[in-house]
């Protein structure tokens, strides 16, 4: 089971910082990634980090978030800095047994609740 956490309204320029939380003994065998969904919009890859750390970012995120993962705590994180207002979306963080394409939604078996992010011009 995956926990989503941290959204919430912020000004463009600004930084959030999200976090999943994952039940289980086996977090650390899973690459993690975080997608999000803009109103109207198609659920979209942001991010997503593998068991050996690797990170693959969005081009619309790159350089701006960085992902990063906790395995003692079971946990990942998101960290959003610069934010503007297209990144206004619920973010969904997903586990998934595979360590490439991870760009691909159907890779992915496990996911959380959304978590709502507002980012006003």
């Known amino acids: 089971q995956l926990q989503a956490s941290g959204g919430g309204s912020v000004q463009a320029g600004g930084s959030l910082r999200l976090s999943c939380a994952a039940s289980g003994r086996t977090f650390s065998s899973y690459s993690m990634g975080w997608f999000r969904q803009a109103p109207g919009k198609e659920r979209e890859f942001v991010a997503a980090i593998t068991i050996s750390t690797s990170t693959v970012f969005s081009d619309s995120v790159k350089g701006r978030f960085t992902v990063s993962r906790d395995n003692a705590k079971n946990l990942v994180s998101l960290q959003m800095n610069s934010l503007k207002p297209e990144d206004t979306a619920v973010y969904f963080c997903?586990?998934?047994?595979?360590?490439?394409?991870?760009?691909?939604?159907?890779?992915?078996?496990?996911w959380g609740q959304g978590t709502q992010v507002t980012v006003s011009s």
């Open positions: 997903a586990a998934s047994l595979f360590n490439t394409n991870l760009y691909q939604q159907t890779l992915y078996r496990y």
